[in-house]
């Protein structure tokens, strides 16, 4: 399925949810996957949200310095690539190779997008002033691309021990909220 | 239904597949409740969640001097107290009154948990550096309160403009991931 421009008014409606994502991040010629729920929206427009990314992962050492990553949102057909992802470092294997996870060139930071999921939210890091006491980045999506599976998308939503919740129907409520 | 203590380990399960959620607060014998989704957790034990809670809301007055909240986790069938509360301000309304939400007193904090909700989780705000900036709390759970609802619960999870993905089924995957 091909990915089209998605406005950024309306990334937060993919975030927001709380879905599992997978950030690449690159740096001198190599890139990485890590599996993540740990994120949050911080402001409409400009999109900002906040993510964890820890020391103790791979990605950090390529998120740091390059201050550059792509939150990729996969759905329930992509569970067993996000929990391999999540099961091992990219110290130690090449995860897109391993778990069949195509990249394609961003447009704007290196970082590739991936493939296989139905949205990619190109990001640059904004304020890392967290990142010692919490692990947490502050990060801008400057560009956001997303298929036709976004409009009511399976994600995929993690309770702990690869305990899975997949998103289910949608309710629609006459709301003022954004 | 009867909450009970739920281990402060087990908070993340249910706040990481990113429910949207009803914090209280209260100062000076007034309480107060607001619809959130934008919140993440940051560390496991203690548990550290980050929360925004913006300048325009009539509960940032209460938390920003007290320092104390509950989280409280609504399940489907209260989808419409939930956009109630989010769609007027506590300056304005007893919000438990008008959408029929059932205040009791917390163990350790003086906001008030909700009843009707299936999870209930008392915090402390331990750091409001980021409050000028991001509008954004960090706080620990300090005591953690759940009935058997929690075990697959129907979350109500907002894709924005009052859509509502309800939490489906749960997929279980060998996984090594906390």
Not at 53 to 79: E, H, W
Not at 94 to 106: H, I, N, Q
Request: with cysteine; aromatic share 6%.
């Amino acid at each position: 399925m091909r990915k089209r421009a998605l406005p950024l008014e309306r990334v937060y409606q993919l975030l927001e949810p709380g879905p599992v994502v997978l950030l690449t991040t690159a740096r001198k010629g190599r890139a990485n996957v890590m599996t993540l729920s740990w994120h949050a929206m911080l402001d409409f427009v400009p999109p900002l949200v906040c993510l964890v990314v820890s020391r103790q992962d791979y990605s950090r050492g390529l998120l740091n310095p390059t201050k550059q990553c792509v939150i990729n949102i996969p759905d329930a057909p992509l569970a067993r690539a996000v929990v391999g992802v999540g099961n091992c470092s990219g110290r130690d294997a090449d995860k897109f190779a391993r778990f069949g996870l195509t990249k394609v060139p961003a447009t704007v930071v290196r970082p590739p997008m991936i493939q296989e999921c139905f949205a990619s939210l190109e990001c640059r890091v904004v304020d890392s002033s967290m990142a010692d006491v919490y692990d947490l980045f502050v990060v801008e999506v400057i560009a956001a691309w997303a298929d036709s599976r976004a409009e009511n998308p399976r994600t995929l939503h993690h309770r702990g021990l690869g305990n899975f919740m997949i998103a289910g129907r949608t309710l629609r409520l006459p709301s003022k909220m954004k």
